[in-house]
């Protein structure tokens, strides 16, 4: 057997728009997820799921060997804003906020963290995406008071 590198490394994306503001919706959120699949398709980055809120984006990816986790959010969030505001998705200029965090996923959780992705609408009818970051920051030890 020949040696070749191999990784696999599922990554668990969340960023959000400029100031949270509520703006990809429906059709628009669509769109943008679309888009968002395909962009990774083509950047040879294999994307499980994603799914796109008014305010945020979650997101589930392997991490190629060639790209570090700061790279593929610089990839993902440049390429689908000049598209938001390429095929004037919304009025006005798009932007996405300036952070971003990533949390691994071990692949025996995989699967359940696909689940929580897949469940966001529902998810967020008794939970703002502002309770659901902190809470994330806090179960992964990034913040001790909550």
């Known amino acids: 057997m020949s040696l070749h590198s191999y990784t696999k490394v599922w990554l668990h994306l969340i960023w959000e ?3 949270r503001e509520r703006l990809l919706f429906n059709e628009t959120a669509k769109k943008v997820s ?4 395909n962009y990774c398709t083509e950047k040879n980055i294999f994307m499980k799921i994603n799914y ?21 959010f610089k ?11 390429q095929e004037r998705l919304i009025p006005g200029k798009f932007l996405w906020g ?9 692949e025996s959780q995989l ?6 992705i897949k469940n966001q609408k ?3 009818r008794t ?20």
């Open 122 to 124: 529902e998810h967020h």
């Open 52 to 72: 796109v809120n008014p305010e945020h984006v979650h997101s589930i990816i392997d991490l190629p060997t060639s790209i570090n986790v700061e790279d593929s």
């Open 34 to 37: 679309e888009f968002l699949f």
């Open 98 to 106: 300036r952070g971003y965090v990533a949390f691994s996923i071990s």
């Open 75 to 85: 990839l993902l969030k440049g390429a689908s804003s000049h598209y938001i505001n």
């Open 111 to 116: 699967n359940k963290a696909v689940d929580y």
């Open 127 to 146: 939970k703002s995406f502002t309770e659901e970051y902190e809470e994330f920051l806090y179960k992964h030890n990034l913040i001790i008071n909550r």
């Open 17 to 19: 728009t400029h100031n």
